[in-house]
């Protein structure tokens, strides 16, 4: 029985050290910052950001939301590239096909054969609407994918984060994020984690 105090306290101390060192790297990344974002980053915001590091599965969570953003963002760029070939390939086609009616038209045809090939050729305002219906599509899923962040975040305890669309809080988070990536990247750097 006489050990187990001793286990307690020897864990208690460790987990003492490590905020410590996870606190005073914060402190000295947190100067590269711009002043305004240093102004609101309190030594007990810090501190408790350190204390949601000591055991490193803020660190798994925060490169698993990295690692689903980077593939919806693939997913979503490798989407609107398919819809701007398929648009492509289409008015190539088109094209094609109104410069061989053009070479078989009978000159008393012409002038209709034009008037047709103008209606067709406006397939690119149905194209432009596709585009900004697809672009439109894609900041939605970004923005929701940042609302599903911040909510993973905030329900693991992370300092500072909390669902907000508003801008300063939005770059707050960002530099919270940042921090811990490059608090996570120096520590595997030099073997801590």
């Not at 410590?20 to 590269?32: A, C, I």
């Amino acid at each position: 029985m006489d050990g187990y105090p001793a286990v307690i306290d020897s864990d208690s101390t460790k987990q003492q050290e490590r905020h410590y060192y996870l606190l005073s790297e914060l402190q000295t990344l947190v100067k590269d910052l711009p002043s305004s974002f240093q102004q609101r980053l309190s030594y007990n915001t810090l501190s408790d950001l350190a204390l949601a590091l000591i055991d490193g599965t803020v660190y798994e969570i925060v490169q698993g939301l990295l690692d689903i953003q980077h593939l919806t963002e693939k997913n979503l760029y490798n989407q609107r590239q398919k819809l701007h070939c398929e648009h492509q390939a289409l008015k190539q086609d088109l094209l094609r096909k109104h410069k061989d009616a053009l070479l078989c038209c009978k000159p008393h045809n012409l002038a209709l054969l034009k008037s047709n090939q103008q209606t067709e050729l406006e397939v690119k305002i149905t194209f432009r609407e596709e585009q900004q219906m697809m672009d439109k599509k894609i900041v939605a899923e970004i923005d929701q994918k940042v609302l599903d962040q911040q909510n993973t975040l905030e329900k693991a305890g992370v300092p500072g984060f909390y669902v907000t669309t508003n801008p300063q809080e939005l770059t707050m988070q960002i530099n919270l994020l940042e921090l811990m990536l490059k608090l996570q990247q120096k520590e595997s750097q030099s073997g801590l984690q």
